[in-house]
């Protein structure tokens, strides 16, 4: 597939910054004090639960509303007092916002015309936006003729066909089915990826996120909790909520792990009584069942099993400490021999260098232990 030198040309790579951003209703706080530094050409994504500020400070980005203090700049230049057109930020919504009275090719090209461009330059550029797509060979269909994803794609070109600094996208694949989105999710990356623009993307799903992006800003309560890349945000959550949010986990009260494991080199961290009160995670990938080789620092826990839960490729287990004190295992479903029950007694262990400590005193905040 070839594009014009002229139509690769058009896109910018432009840096995105956000300083101190505050945005109230009323007496809620949408965004405190937030502030980003977006490199040129990134997937960034803004992560978060639904009311943590993302769609706002995107909306803000797009010039929907304003904020309230700080200051939101396109290489440097403050864009605040640009009306949304004059940002020159592309916009793909949730809901496809496709004209159901225009073809592929007349959505794609509707804000393009009003350029009043050459002929053969207008028809060039929509040759190649359409190649990008993946929309070439429907450009005379309906809307009602396209599938939930093909809508989307109308929609993502006809931000593109506009040459824009940056694109902002929000959820766009949220109104899909789970194979699509996974499908249309690897197309977006693929054409940001040729293309080269920076993207700045809003979703409310931690594995979609991890998926597609360059680095991810998790926010909560309209403030940043901790931007990175997806292997850091998670391997090394900075506080709990990141460490909840981001990928599944087991939280476990330190007092707890402490009366139920067995093990040869148990860390200092157990014995110090400040550590009392914190809470111990542990990935549910990082627990082994029944295992057949065991380090020094390894612990171990006599468990039963509370829940079983085939998916194909994986087993994903719920398994039954003591009173109140469950853990949640995933296992490759290949490594399994022998048909897994409820009520099963096993033994489980995990090495005690993979957990990861919280201090719920300290507004959750990950205490760093030797």
């Known amino acids: 597939m070839t594009f014009s030198e002229t139509f690769l040309r058009a896109f910018f790579l432009s840096q995105v910054t956000v300083e101190a951003a505050v945005k109230k209703y009323g007496s809620f706080q949408a965004l405190n004090q937030v502030s ?10 803004l992560l978060g639960p639904s009311g943590c500020g993302k769609t ?63 002929d053969k330059e207008f028809q060039q550029r929509m040759l190649d936006i359409l190649q990008v797509v993946q929309l070439d060979s429907l450009r005379k269909r309906m809307p009602h003729e396209l599938s939930g994803g093909q809508q989307q794609r109308v929609g993502l070109a006809r931000s593109l066909i506009m040459s824009p600094r940056v694109i902002l996208m929000d959820e766009p694949l949220s109104n899909l089915d789970a194979q699509l989105r996974e499908e249309l999710r690897s197309e977006i990356r693929r054409i940001q990826k040729r293309l080269g623009i920076t993207t700045i993307y809003v979703t409310h799903d931690q594995e979609e996120a991890l998926a597609i992006s360059d680095l991810i800003c998790v926010l909560n309560e309209g403030q940043v909790q901790q931007t990175g890349s997806p292997i850091e945000m998670y391997q090394n959550p900075t506080n709990f909520f990141v460490a909840s949010f981001v990928g599944g986990n087991n939280f476990i009260e330190v007092d707890k792990l402490n009366q139920n494991y067995s093990g040869q080199n148990p860390p200092e961290i157990f014995q110090n009584t400040r550590a009392a009160g914190w809470l111990a995670s542990i990935r549910p990938e990082q627990i082994q069942l029944d295992p057949t080789q065991l380090s020094e620092n390894d612990l171990l826990l006599d468990v039963e099993l509370d829940e079983v839960n085939f998916l194909g490729r994986e087993y994903h287990l719920s398994v039954n400490v003591s009173d109140d004190f469950l853990l949640k295992i995933i296992i490759p479903a290949g490594e399994q ?15 005690w260098r993979a957990i990861k400590f919280f201090d719920p005193d300290a507004e959750g905040r990950r205490m760093l232990v030797d």
Request: net charge positive.
């Open 337 to 351: 021999s022998t048909p897994l029950q409820t009520k099963q007694k096993h033994r489980i262990s995990f090495d």
């Open 36 to 45: 980003l530094d977006i490199p040129s050409g990134a997937f960034f994504t």
């Open 56 to 118: 706002t400070l995107l909306r803000a980005l797009a010039g929907f509303h304003d904020i309230d203090s700080g200051d939101l700049k396109i290489d440097r230049a403050s864009i605040r007092q640009l009306s949304p057109h004059q940002r020159n930020i592309g916009m793909v919504f949730q809901d496809y916002a496709v004209f159901p009275h225009l073809n592929v090719e007349d959505n794609v090209g509707f804000g393009l015309k009003r350029l009043k461009l050459p």
